[in-house]
């Protein structure tokens, strides 16, 4: 059996606007990211979505609402485990000030070498979006998942074995399971 799956990442909010790393901290979106979601479900529109699974992060869950409500859908399915990575001390500092205030932090996070304290490791982060992403496939339903850039970023570089730039808000992904998830759209 072959799992078709919609990925995409939330709206914006006001950190995303200001560059903060958001990680667990929950923040809502702004209403640039209530435009991007109804974006969103205009898109979708051309894959035969049946279902909505996002993380519990209110940005997650409040884009995938906007999606499902405009597609006569159920409300989201809400999966813990798709949440965004956990970032530790960088939550809500932009890069410049990941830089400043937590230099060798900032220097082994930018190497992939290390967490930053507080934060959860590169591989705890793809592993948990694999499990969460294999439940959704599972289910048998054609999935719609709302979930997190960073999160989805790793993922997706664990998954095609190379650097995948920024997730931008609204951006769309198609992966399919068989017995390993490929990317095709």
């Known amino acids: 059996m072959t ?3 919609v990925i995409a990442r939330h709206g914006q909010t ?5 560059g903060r790393l958001q990680g667990h901290t929950d923040i809502e979106l702004d209403d640039i990211g209530r435009g991007q979601a109804r974006e969103l479900a205009m898109a979708i529109g051309t894959h035969a979505v049946t279902t909505v ?12 609402e906007i999606v499902a409500t405009a597609m006569g859908l159920g409300a989201p399915r809400i999966e813990p485990e798709l949440r965004e990575r956990r970032f530790g001390v960088f939550e809500g500092l932009t ?13 082994a996070w930018l190497e992939n070498t290390m967490a930053p304290p507080g934060g959860e490791s590169r ?17 048998g339903e054609s999935a719609l998942v709302v979930s997190h850039g960073g999160v989805l970023r790793l993922w ?3 998954l095609l074995g190379r650097t995948v730039p920024l997730i931008k808000n609204g951006a769309i992904y198609v992966v399919e399971l068989t017995d390993r998830f490929r990317v095709i759209e």
């Open 14 to 18: 006001a950190w995303n606007a200001l």
């Open 156 to 158: 997706l570089m664990d």
């Open 3 to 5: 799992a078709r799956i």
């Open 123 to 139: 591989e705890d982060a793809v592993e948990r979006m694999e499990r969460a992403l294999r439940r959704v496939a599972t289910d």
């Open 95 to 107: 890069r410049d000030q990941c830089a400043a205030q937590h230099p060798d932090a900032w220097r």
């Open 53 to 64: 699974w996002t993380s519990d992060l209110c940005r997650a869950r409040e884009t995938g």
